[in-house]
């Protein structure tokens, strides 16, 4: 069973960053992908950005070269830096594990832009 708890989500100005963190805790011994998906109001969830083994990352076309993904195998955890923020930014981020074959999802952080 794996456990994923957000942070770091909350209010910010266009143009903005934020980090998001999320730590997954349990009996783990390797994950084999970690992401980042948001829901904005109205719309389906989608892929923001994923790293797969720890190498390899993918991005949604709408948030390249503005966000970078990362992960810290000894903390188990992955971080969602978002820079250059625009209102269409906004929505839940949740982050997601794949782990034995199985998915597993975090509570979800708010992330609003606004002035």
């Known amino acids: 069973q794996v456990q994923l708890v957000e942070s770091g989500g909350g209010l910010v100005q266009p143009g903005g960053s934020l980090r998001l963190s999320c730590v997954a805790s349990?009996?783990?011994?390797?994950?084999?992908?970690m992401g980042w998906y948001r829901q904005a109001p109205g719309k389906q969830r989608e892929l923001v950005a994923v790293?797969?083994?720890?190498?390899?990352?993918n991005y949604v076309d709408s948030v390249k070269g503005r966000f970078t993904i990362s992960t810290d195998n000894a903390k188990k955890a992955v971080y969602l830096q978002m820079s250059s923020l625009k209102p269409e930014d906004t929505a839940v981020y949740y982050c997601?594990?794949?782990?034995?074959?199985?998915?597993?999802w975090g509570q979800g952080t708010q992330v609003t832009v606004s002035s």
């Open positions: 349990g009996t783990i011994f390797s994950i084999d992908a």
């Open positions: 790293i797969i083994s720890g190498r390899s990352a």
């Open positions: 997601n594990a794949l782990y034995l074959g199985k998915t597993y």
